[in-house]
């Protein structure tokens, strides 16, 4: 199997804001896995919060190249993901660009989507939500009102300032009918989390997500057990294991193959969560469709999408799967899972 790495910096369409900071773009390793004659394409965008950069995940893929050359079989998922987890476990973030194309080759090879290889609905995808970044209260105030406008009917808030009142409230009033979950992307203490809890319960928000800091379990017990809406934890579940550590700590988790190593272990952690009676979101970063695209056929799996990172850049060299209004439109997928080139 041949394996080419390209890399892109991909600008966002408007500086992106969460409570960690502001980006401006998105850095994307893009893998594709040749096999007589058919190519797969998947990819990752690294970030320093999950101990990855492009130069790193550059350099551990070219460490696994002699596993991945050596693979002559694009549906040895189960061995190839064994063996990198082997050489490189502490890096699941270049794990996962390899799992993503190696998906989108293996159900290219049979001719069929990558939902319809893995045996599931495609109706059975939920919409995804539209990320308004912090900022000024009047400028996310519009961009919610233009996500509106184009047919996205839930808002993912990100807040973390020192008046996230404000911006919350601006929002709700620009997107009055809108479904709103907000993600504080752990800045807050558990104090103020069930605080601010009970005030966006009051302003109809739908879920909360990572109010406390990642370690901070006990905290985000106490935020889970006091506050009036449910809870989400995605900082601080990372894969399948941690299912059982946090399951009396929130009410769903969410799910990025970025932060589990791949598609594999991506179905792992939603079967885990799900035992452990959680609900998932699946997630994404700011990021390209080479490694949304793979995402997007595992959501049938789920009850809640948050795979808009695409929609968020100023342009992007790949085409993903069709989200009209947040639907994702799995069906119109022939081949793989829907990542290609635009060029």
């Not at 159900?107 to 989507?113: E, F, I, K, N, T």
């Not at 539209?130 to 406008?149: H, N, Q, S, W």
């Not at 932060?259 to 990021?287: D, F, P, S």
């Amino acid at each position: 199997m041949n394996l080419a790495v390209e890399r892109h910096s991909l600008a966002a369409a408007d500086p992106f804001g969460i409570a960690r900071g502001t980006t401006d773009a998105a850095d994307a390793v893009v893998v594709e896995l040749t096999h007589e004659g058919t190519t797969g394409v998947g990819g990752v965008a690294p970030t320093a919060y999950y101990g990855g950069s492009g130069d790193a995940v550059a350099a551990t893929l070219e460490e696994l190249r002699p596993v991945i050359v050596d693979c002559d079989d694009p549906h040895a998922d189960q061995r190839l993901s064994r063996e990198l987890a082997e050489r490189a476990p502490d890096d699941p973030v270049a794990r996962s660009a390899v799992s993503t194309a190696l998906a989108d080759l293996a159900a290219r090879d049979l001719g069929v989507p990558c939902y319809r290889q893995w045996g599931l609905d495609p109706d059975a995808a939920p919409r995804t939500s539209f990320t308004v970044g912090i900022d000024d209260p009047d400028r996310m105030a519009e961009k919610a009102a233009a996500a509106v406008d184009e047919g996205y009917p839930i808002l993912k808030i990100k807040v973390g300032t020192d008046d996230d009142r404000a911006r919350v409230r601006a929002v709700r009033e620009a997107a009055p009918d809108a479904t709103l979950r907000v993600d504080a992307n752990g800045a807050w203490d558990a104090a103020e989390a069930v605080e601010q809890a009970r005030w966006l319960a009051d302003e109809g928000v739908q879920f909360l997500e990572q109010p406390v800091p990642k370690d901070d379990l006990d905290g985000l017990r106490r935020v889970h057990g006091d506050a009036p809406l449910p809870i989400c934890a995605d900082e601080s579940f990372v894969a399948a294991a941690d299912a059982p550590r946090i399951a009396d700590a929130c009410d769903l988790v969410t799910v990025k193959l970025l932060k589990t190593g791949g598609v594999r272990e991506a179905r792992e952690a939603i079967a885990a969560a799900h035992a452990c009676g959680l609900e998932v979101m699946l997630g994404c970063m700011l990021e390209s469709n080479a490694s949304i695209a793979p995402a997007c056929h595992l959501a049938p799996l789920v009850e809640y999408a948050d795979l808009d990172g695409a929609l968020l850049l100023a342009e992007d060299p790949y085409r993903g799967v069709p989200m009209p209004e947040g639907r994702i439109d799995l069906q119109s997928v022939e081949r793989g899972s829907g990542a290609s080139k635009t060029g």
